[in-house]
């Protein structure tokens, strides 16, 4: 996926009102950008850090400039746009990268499913062997000690529904599957965020043991493009 602007450096002042970030420009400028991400961004809103945007030159946009990466401990990238994910996993599945997933003659998106009134991410149809498969896409930025990737970044109860739908399709017949789009080249294995939102962390173990397949895939990250290009390892052990 290549980016469709070219993106802009900037040092991160502060990232406030979940929606915006103030910056200064190469040459000193101030700026206010619009932050797409609705989670505490824990460790990817360090000021002083290196950032970079994009600018939609849009006049009726209060906020023309979108923040779209950050540079974390000056050695990895990482996309805080949180609408990119699922748009890495679709491609990720037309590519054959994420090889669990392939076979399904037919992708859809944002379908409606469920008993509590959700949408899926992706929803794959028309395998010959396999049943209809429900996608959920998390996207993972908490990076904690070196190469430890964490989900959630603050308590999600809509993340907790959407474990909860899983299972129920499972218990329907149909395939359940919660992909971590992991936007973060330091991240080396993920786990369950225990300390931050343990009743996701149990609901997550419950929706495995009730037949939910989950898996995590790692992004390649430029200031040109990303893309999601390597197997990350699941790891439901407690963190110390």
Known sequence: MKFLLP?????????????LADVHTH???????HCPNTGSMKNCAVPNSRVWFWDS???????PCTWELVEIDQQFLACINTHRANSLVVEAINNATITPLQGY?????EVKYGQENSRIDIFLSQHERLPECYVEVKNVTLMTSQGQGL????????GRKHLRELVYMVTQGYRAVLVYCVAHTGITQVSPAWDVDPGYSETLAWAIEQ?????????????????LVRVVPLNMARQA
């Open 27 to 33: 040459d000193g400028t101030p700026l206010t950008l």
């Open 7 to 19: 993106l802009q450096q900037a040092i991160l002042g502060r990232r406030y009102k979940r929606f």
């Open 151 to 158: 989900f959630p970044d603050a308590v999600t109860q809509r």
């Open 105 to 109: 003659g037919k992708l859809e998106t």
């Open 211 to 227: 037949g939910v397949e989950v898996m995590a895939y790692g992004a390649s990250i430029s200031l040109t493009e990303m893309s």
């Open 57 to 63: 030159a849009n006049k009726k946009r209060k906020y």
